[in-house]
C-alpha cells in the first residue's frame, strides 16, 4: 500500500469508458457488467488512497513531488468524472453522477495547484528525459472530464444548465491549453532527444486519449449549444477544434503501434502486467466513444466503422489487462503467504 502507484485510478478510468463504449454499441450485459464492477474498483481504490494517504503521508508527499509519478494522482479526478458518466448514462442516475462530479470539482484545484506548486518550488530537479512522459496529458484528461460530466448533466438540470454548461467550456478550453502545451514537449522529447525502448513507458498512449477525450468533450458542447446562446456563438468554432482534436488522436493511433512494437520486439522489453499499462486500454476505448458521438454531432455516419473495430480492439485489451491484474493479484497474495 506505500508503494501504490497515483495512477492507479487509470483502472477506473479504462473500465468506465469501456462500459459506456459498450452501451453505445448495445452490449448491455457487458456495459451494466462493467459499471458493477467499476463501483466496487473505484470504492476500494479509494478506500487504499485513504489509508495510504493516513498511514504513509510521506509516501503520497513523495509522490506528489516526483515528476514522473506525481501526475498519476489526476487519474483520481478523471476516474470520479466518468464513473460519474456511467452513473449518468448507464444508471440514468443524475444524484450519482452530479456527488462525483462534485467530489471531482473539489479535487481538481487542489490536485492541479497543489502538484504544479510543489513540482514548480522544488529544489532540485531530474533531467528532462527522466521528468516528461505521456502522463502529464493526465492534466488534460481530468479537466475534459469534467467538460463531459457537466456537459450531460446540464440537461438533467435544465434551472442551472448555464452555470453547467459554462464551466463546462471553461473546463473545455483549460484541457485544450494543457493539450497543446504538453504535447509540443513531448513532440520535443520524441524528436530531438535519446529514446531507449525502456524510456517508452505505456502512459505515452495517452497522447491519444488526452486527444480523443477532448474531442468528445467537443461533442457534448456542440450537442448542448441550443441551450446556451454562447455555446451556440461558439458552435463553428467547437466544431472546428473538436474535429482538429479528433484527428490528432487519429494521427497518433498508428504511431503509438509502431513504437509499442519497437519498444517489445526490438527493445525485448517483457510483457507483464503493469498498473501502467491501463492507460494504454485507456485511449483505445476512448477513442471508440468519441468517434462515435463525432459521427452523431457532425453528421459522419462513415466513422462508425472505425468506432466498432476500435471498441473490439479496446475490449479485448481490457479483458487482458484484467486477466493479467488477477494474476498479479493471485501470485503477490501467494508469495506473502510463503514468506509468512
Not at 460519474?84 to 495547484?113: I, K, N, Q
Not at 453528421?299 to 484484467?322: D, E, H, K, N, T
Request: positive net charge.
Amino acid at each position: 500500500m506505500r508503494d501504490l502507484h497515483p495512477a492507479i485510478f487509470g483502472m477506473v478510468m479504462a473500465t468506465g469508458i469501456i462500459s459506456l463504449a459498450a452501451g453505445l454499441y448495445h452490449q448491455t450485459l457487458i456495459g451494466d457488467g462493467l459499471f458493477g464492477l467499476n463501483i466496487v474498483l473505484y470504492a476500494g481504490l479509494c478506500g487504499l488512497t485513504t489509508i495510504r494517504l493516513v498511514a504513509f503521508p510521506d509516501a503520497v508527499w513523495s509522490d506528489a513531488g516526483d515528476h514522473a509519478r506525481g501526475v498519476g494522482f489526476f487519474t483520481i479526478i478523471a476516474g470520479s468524472g466518468i464513473l460519474g458518466s456511467e452513473f449518468l448514462v448507464t444508471a440514468h442516475s443524475p444524484t450519482g453522477g452530479l456527488l462525483l462530479g462534485g467530489l471531482a470539482v473539489v479535487l481538481w484545484p487542489l490536485v492541479t495547484y497543489g502538484l504544479f506548486t510543489r513540482l514548480t518550488i522544488k529544489g532540485r530537479k531530474p533531467p528532462f528525459t527522466n521528468a516528461l512522459n505521456g502522463a502529464w496529458l493526465l492534466a488534460a484528461v481530468a479537466a475534459q472530464s469534467l467538460t463531459v460530466l457537466g456537459g450531460r448533466l446540464a440537461g438533467s438540470y435544465p434551472s442551472y444548465a448555464h452555470v453547467l454548461l459554462f464551466f463546462a467550456l471553461m473546463m473545455w478550453l483549460v484541457g485544450g491549453m494543457f493539450y497543446v502545451g504538453i504535447i509540443a514537449l513531448i513532440f520535443f522529447r520524441y524528436l530531438f532527444l535519446a529514446l531507449d525502448p525502456a524510456d517508452w513507458a505505456p502512459s505515452y498512449w495517452i497522447n491519444m486519449g488526452a486527444a480523443a477525450i477532448s474531442a468528445l468533450a467537443g461533442t457534448v458542447l456542440i450537442e448542448a449549444h441550443p441551450a446556451y446562446p454562447l455555446l451556440k456563438f461558439l458552435l463553428p468554432f467547437m466544431a472546428g477544434l473538436t474535429l482538429l482534436f479528433w484527428v490528432a488522436a487519429t494521427w497518433w493511433l498508428p504511431l503509438l503501434i509502431i513504437l509499442s512494437v519497437w519498444r517489445h520486439l526490438y527493445g525485448r522489453r517483457p510483457l507483464a502486467y503493469d498498473p501502467l499499462y491501463w492507460s494504454a486500454v485507456f485511449p483505445l476505448g476512448m477513442y471508440a466513444v468519441c468517434t462515435y458521438e463525432l459521427a452523431e454531432a457532425l453528421s459522419l455516419p462513415f466513422l462508425r466503422v472505425i468506432s466498432a473495430g476500435v471498441f473490439y480492439l479496446a475490449l479485448g485489451a481490457w479483458v487482458i489487462m484484467f486477466l493479467g491484474l488477477v494474476r498479479h493479484v493471485g501470485q503477490s497474495l501467494g508469495s506473502q503467504g510463503l514468506k509468512s
